[in-house]
């Protein structure tokens, strides 16, 4: 999911889309491309909009850097949210099971056997952070581990599970997004559709034990750039 206008990182998405702007040595929407395709997900659809939008393929074009045949691509008309974007996969998707990985979430970690063991519902992942308050965050039930519902950016969070911008869905998503209504901000919220599989009990959980990170304010940028620079070093040493 790669729409949105980036807002919050203008002036620098004055002239392109937030997700192809550099993280270090790569475009940020690398980074997302490579996690699917590591899990072994070859059939991948890219969702942006935006004025921005052709400048995806100049970049992406087929999927050559990461071994594709081809890419797919669909357009987002106006910021309608995430559960918006996700509606242009529909046809795409058909009946199938879909993993979502949102264009400017970075993840170091092996997702395979997260996704292979998906069996129904909804499956979400989660990392436990210091600052949840800027994410949707998970609500456990008083007794176990069970899920009461997740919350989007709450003022006081009730846990420090931070729901990732990845997500897997069985192909009833598509129906519980006609069913949604946008929110204050205005937005199709992705979170809306996780609460209704909570509610259906159809939900399971994934906590990411490596690195995590979104890259969508400037400070989050520029510490995914800083960690890239550290575990990468592809460069030499700048005198
Ligand atoms: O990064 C994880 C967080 O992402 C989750 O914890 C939140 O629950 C989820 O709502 C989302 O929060 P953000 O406020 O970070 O979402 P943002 O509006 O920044 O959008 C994230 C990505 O989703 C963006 O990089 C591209 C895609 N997107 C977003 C919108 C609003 C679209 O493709 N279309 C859109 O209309």
Known sequence: MAGGLGTRLRPLTYAT???????????????????????????????????????????????EDFGLSNLNYAYQEGEGGIADALAQAET???????????????????LTPAISSFKSGAKIFTKTVPDPERFGVVEYEPVGDGISRIVEKPEIPPSSDAVTGVYIYDSTVFDKVRTLSPSERGELEITDINNFYVEDGDISVYKIQGTWMDCGTFDSLAKATEVMYNDTHVFEEVV
């Not at 659809?45 to 999927?63: C, E, M, Q, S, W």
């Not at 099971?97 to 400017?104: A, E, H, P, R």
């Open 92 to 110: 795409f998707v058909g009946g199938d099971n879909c993993t979502v990985i949102l264009g400017d979430n970075l993840i170091f970690e092996d």
């Open 17 to 63: 889309n937030k997700h192809l702007l550099p993280v270090y040595n790569k475009p940020m929407v690398y980074h997302p491309i490579e996690t699917l395709v590591n899990a072994g997900i070859t059939d991948i659809l890219i969702v942006t909009g935006g004025p921005h939008a052709g400048d995806f393929i100049k970049v992406l074009r087929n999927g």
